[in-house]
Each structure stands twice: as C-alpha cells, then as structure tokens.
C-alpha cells in the first residue's frame, strides 16, 4: 500500500486525457499535473530542447513525495524516457510501449499508421517497438504538427472546417494506404477521434495513446502493490507554467466535467 501521490505532465493539456483514464481506472489515488503551457507544443522544437524542458517538469514534480511519474506526453516520451529513467529513482512511465503493443494486437492485415509530433515521428520509437514484438507489421507514419495547436486552441468538434480540411489533408494517404489501425500518437489527438474516425471509417480502430498508457499505469502499480489504501478518494491538482484560468477553461474539456480542483501557475524555468 502507498498513498503517495502519482506525478503526471505534458507540454500542454492533451496529458489531461491520461489523467482522465487514471481517476476511472484508480479512483483512490492522488494526482499532480503540471501542465507546460507555457512552452506548448514541445513537438518541433530540438532533442536537446525537449529533454531539457522535460528535466525542469519532472524536477517541479519531485518537490512533491511521489511514488511515480507518467509522461503523458508522446514528444517526451519518444524523446526523452531512457533519460528520464535513468536519473530518477522512482518509476517513470511512457505512452509508447503501451500504445505500441495495443496496436500490435490490433491489426488484421498488418498495416498501421502512426500519426504524432514532428519529434515523435523522427525518433522512430514507435516503429522499433513494434518492430521488436511483430516485425511482419507495417508502420507508416506521418507527423500532424497542426493538430495540436487546433486542440489548444479548441478547434476539434465536428463541423470544425478548419480542423476537418486538416484531419483530410493529414490522414488522406494513411486511408489510401488501407491501415486499420491508427495510432494517436499525441494524448492530444484522442479530442480530434471523432473528426479522425468519421475520416478514417468504422473499420479502422484509433489506438488512443492516453488510455493505454493509463491501462498499464494501473496494471503496474497493481503488480508492484503499490496502489493506495482501500477506501481512499483520491485527490487531483493541477499546475501549469500559464495562465490558470486558461487552463481551467480547456481542461474541463479534455477531463468531461468541470474543474473545480485549484489550478496553480508557477515558473517552470526555476527547476
């Protein structure tokens, strides 16, 4: 049994979709969130950049006693994971090794799409992972770095023509090609599936990176019996590098109710 609190952060908002799934899956635990929004989105800036940037996140959640972190972020976790774990003592858990093995399972003729920030598709970590589990699968990717401004900025409902000419433009060869499963490979994107499944068709199965990493969060945490004490409701905080009332603003959308937990801002560039 632990009580400590689970760490949880992303360049922006989309880690709010992980967080989401972890209060369903394990309502006794407590969650801190911090936000980057002032420096979103990480996806087009240099390696060294965003191992820096996720360096000062993790170090603004190790002021709190955690027991361990989730990079809900698929730039960082492509990018910057193997550094990660390697300096922290604690746990510290991606989306890619999750998604990757849920869309390995997923396919039926071996053909999957990858879709994330321009950082994600150029490491390639998706595909390695993949790769090892079921080399006889094919992995086109293709980086969409206007999705997640479109998310930050609201623009991801149906009837959205901005946000629906995008998704055509973005995923037009990914349907040509005949994938059946599509990776969201951002925990942006989950709020752009119903856009992306009226595209892409019922046939094609969305793997949403956010709810597969909270599926294995929770099966760890299990494993390593580590899960808070029985009938214990769990807390949420949130903290962002902008405005709070942005944030409070937005994240009512990603987390489907309204956020009535404090939000605080505070200066990332100090850690």
Not at 175 to 182: E, I, N, Q, Y
Not at 225 to 236: I, K, N, Q
Request: glycine share 10%; charged share 25%.
């Amino acid at each position: 049994m632990d009580n400590r609190p689970i760490g949880v952060f992303d360049s922006g908002l989309g880690g709010l979709t992980a967080v989401r799934e972890l209060q369903r899956l394990l309502p006794g635990e407590d969650i801190i969130y911090f936000g980057d929004t002032g420096r979103v989105p990480y996806g087009g800036r240099s390696k060294d950049t965003i191992i820096r940037y996720a360096r000062q996140d993790v170090a603004f959640l190790r002021t709190f006693d955690l027991k361990a972190i989730v990079i809900a972020c698929g730039t960082v976790s492509t990018t910057a994971l193997d550094v990660l774990t390697a300096e922290n003592d604690i746990p510290v858990w991606g989306v890619v090794e999750p998604a990757a093995r849920a869309a390995a399972q997923a396919t039926r003729n071996g053909k999957v799409g990858l879709i994330g920030t321009q950082a994600t598709i150029r490491s390639g970590a998706y595909e390695r992972r993949i790769a090892q589990g079921a080399p006889q699968i094919r992995v086109m990717a293709a980086a969409c770095p206007l999705f997640v401004p479109l998310v930050e900025n609201g623009r991801f409902r149906r009837g959205d023509i901005v946000a629906e000419t995008v998704v055509g433009e973005y995923l037009e060869p990914f349907r040509t090609a005949g994938v059946d499963t599509l990776v969201l490979g951002c925990t942006h994107y989950p709020l752009l599936t119903e856009i992306i499944g009226d595209y892409m068709g019922p046939e094609v199965t969305l793997i949403d990176v956010g709810r597969t990493c909270a599926d294995a969060v929770a099966r760890h945490l299990t494993d390593m019996d580590a899960l808070s004490g029985p009938g214990r409701t769990g807390e949420s905080r949130y903290y962002v590098s902008d405005s709070a009332e942005d944030f409070s603003r937005l994240a009512s959308v990603f987390l489907r109710r309204d956020v009535e937990e404090s939000v605080t801002q505070v200066d990332i560039w100090k850690y």
